[in-house]
C-alpha cells in the first residue's frame, strides 16, 4: 500500500503537469475557433447563387490542397522554429489570411487565401498534436488527446454560435475572423505563459535555439507496419466525420426525414462525440487501447447496422442512435493516435502527426463521392452500411495488433530509453 504522503506527492506532478498544458489548450480553443469561423463565413459567401459554380468549384478544391501541404510541411517548420514558435507563425498567417478576404473578392485571390486557410490549419494540428504527444507519457497520453479533441470540438461549436449570435448574412464576419485569431495570438503570446519544456527523453536533439531537428522521416507505411489499427482508425474517422455531418441531411431527405430533423440528428452525432472524449480518455490511459479500440469498431459497426436497418425508427430512437454512434466513432481518432504515439521514438512524433493527418484528410476528400454513389445505386441506407464497415475493419485492425507479442519488438525505438 503506497503511504499517504507519497500518494499525495506523486499527484502533485501530475497536477501541475496538467495545469501546466492548459494556456496551450486555450491558445488551441481561440486560434481553432478563428480558422473554423473563417471556413463558415467563406462557405456562405460561397453560397450566393450569382457565383459561378465552376468558380466555388475551383475554391473549394483550395482548402484540401493547402490542407496537405500543411501536412507535409508541419515537420519542417517545427524542425527549424519549434512547437510554440511554429504555432505563433502560423496562427499569423491564419490572421494575414483573413484579412485578404476583407480587401476584395476576386477569384484569383481567393484561391491563394483558400490555400493559406488550409494550410494553416493543417499546421495548427500537427503542431499542437505532436507537442501534446510529446508532452504526454504512456500514463496519460489518452486524456490529454482527449482534452485537445474537446477543446477543437468546442471551437467548431462556438464558431456556429458566433455565426448565429452576428447573424449568417453580416457583413462583419471576416472581421469577427480577424479579431477572434488576434485575440488568440495575442493570448498563447502575451496572457499565456510559454509552452511547458518537453521531457528531456523527447527534446534529446533539442539546441540551444529551442529547435528540434527533425532528420528522422517517418511515414504512412512504417505507421501500417507498426501499428495497423491506427492507420485504419484515421482514415475511418476522416470518413466517417465528412459523411456523417455531410451526407446525412441527404440520407435524411431519401427516408423522408424533414429538415430540421436532420439537424438535430447532425447535431445528436456531435453532442455524442463531445461528451465522450473525457471519459474515454481515462479509459484509454487504464486499459490496452487495442482492446478498446476492438470494442469501439465493433460497437460503432452495431450502431450503423441499426441505423441502417429497414423501416422506419421513431425519431427519439433515431437521435439515441445517433448521439450513441457519436460518442463511439467519434472517439475512435484520439484513443488511435494515443495508441501509435505510444509505440513511437519521441523523433519520430512531428513527422506520424503530419502523415496520419494527410491520411486523415484523404478519409475526408475521397469517401463523400463512394457514399453518393453507394447511395444513389443501392438505397439511402447505404451510406451507414459503407461507415460500418469502415469501423467493422477498425475492429479487425485491432484483433491484428493484438495478435502480435506485446514486447518491446512491436515499438520502435532507435536510442536507450527513448520510448515509454
Known sequence: MVPPDNAVAGLQPKTARFRAILHVMASILIVA???????????????????????VQLLLTAFP??????????????????????????AALAAFGACGYMLTQAPAVWFCLRLINGFAIATLFVV??????????????GAYFSLYMLMTSLATLSAQLLVEATGPGSPHLFEIVLGVILCGLAYARLVGAPWPALRVSAAAETEGTGSVQLRH????????????????????AGMTN??????????????????????????????GGMLAQAPVGWLSDRIDRRILLLVQGLVAAGLCAAIAWPGSHPQILLLGLF??????????????????NSQLDSRHMVSASG?????YSIGNIMTPGAAAGLMDRFAPQALFL????GAFLVAVAACLNLSRQRSGGTKLCLEPGGCE
Open 33 to 55: 475557433t478563428g480558422n473554423s469561423l473563417l471556413t463558415t463565413t467563406v462557405s456562405l459567401h460561397l453560397s450566393d447563387p450569382a457565383i459561378d459554380p465552376q468558380v
Open 386 to 389: 459503407l461507415l460500418g464497415g
Open 128 to 141: 499542437a498534436e505532436s507537442w501534446i504527444n510529446l508532452y504526454a507519457d504512456q500514463k496519460n497520453r
Open 323 to 340: 448521439f450513441a454512434y457519436g460518442s463511439v466513432a467519434l472517439t475512435i481518432y484520439p484513443v488511435a493516435i494515443a495508441y501509435a
Open 355 to 359: 502523415g496520419l493527418l494527410l491520411l
Open 217 to 236: 522521416c517517418f511515414g504512412v507505411w512504417q505507421l501500417a507496419a507498426l501499428a495497423p489499427v491506427t492507420v485504419v482508425g484515421v482514415f475511418q
Open 242 to 271: 465528412m459523411n456523417v455531418y455531410t451526407m446525412t441531411p441527404i440520407y435524411a431527405e431519401r427516408v423522408g426525414i424533414d429538415a430540421a430533423s436532420a439537424v438535430t440528428l447532425v447535431t445528436a452525432f456531435s453532442l
Open 65 to 90: 490542397i493547402g490542407f496537405l501541404a500543411g501536412c507535409l510541411s508541419a515537420r519542417l517548420l517545427v524542425g527549424r522554429y519549434g512547437h510554440e514558435r511554429a504555432f505563433l507563425a502560423v
